[in-house]
């Protein structure tokens, strides 16, 4: 995917125009593995059906696919779901794999009642499809105003814009406690050491339990239907650019039912809403 940046412009460096989209420079260098036209169709149609009921296993997915016109059995969507990243919100084989060396934290916001901005942040990764191919998104959000901390995009499942999101939202301020799932990414020890040098508290959704992590699923469906759907981006590019204005609309223009038709930014920067965030 490397043609997706415009690479001819030798006015302006590789460096410059990874620093201009907030790309580390380990994505651009990656060589993805050669996806098909079909594969890549799979891959969307996926995409968009987990959108809508993020609860399909593999099972009703092929199923789903099956009315869809596409043949394929359940260890091609398997495989596919879990190139893309994706795991049913019900427990089973969690498809967000981590590695086994890594240490696995509790999840600690069960029944805990947030009570201010800044308490807790949680972050996820999720697939954004393009006209010709895809990329990943990490996004880091406040719990309590569902402010969008921070966000990074990559060609590939890789540790560094995970950690470029995590050093930008812990700029802005330190939670009580941070919350992900149990992916590799989460679990690396670069990861954790960051959250744990600066004394924060590390909690991971139960496996398989993507619905521990909720406030961040629906930010992925909100951003999907609301933006990626509607656009279709082409390229790396455009992707950035219309995602940097979607969740600049999110965090100031976007009032939430939950905050009481408040922005995030407004509760975020301007203090309590009268609901209670308990988890």
Known sequence: MRDMIDIHDNAISIREQCSFLEFNRSSYYYEPKPVSADTLKLMHSIDEIYTKHPYYGNRRMVVTLGEKGFDVGRDRVRSAMHAMGLRALYPQPNLSKHNPEHRIYPYLLKGYTITRPGEVYSSDITYIRLLQGFIYLVAIIDWYSRYVLSWRISTSLDLDFCIDALLD???????????????????????????????????????????????????????????????????????????????????????????????????HYNGKHEYVSKC
């Open 169 to 267: 939202a812990l700029g802005q301020g330190y939670p009580i406690i941070f919350n992900t799932d149990q992916g590799s990414q989460f679990t690396s020890i670069q990861f954790t050491g960051e959250l744990s040098k600066r004394e924060i508290k590390i909690s991971m959704d139960g496996r398989g339990r993507a619905l521990d992590n909720v406030f961040v699923e629906r930010l992925w469906r909100s951003v999907k239907y609301e933006d990626v759907y509607i656009k279709g981006y082409e390229s790396v590019r455009d992707a950035y650019s219309g995602l940097k204005e979607y969740f600049h609309f999110y965090n100031t223009e976007r009032p939430h039912q939950s905050l009481g038709y408040r922005t995030p930014a407004d509760v």
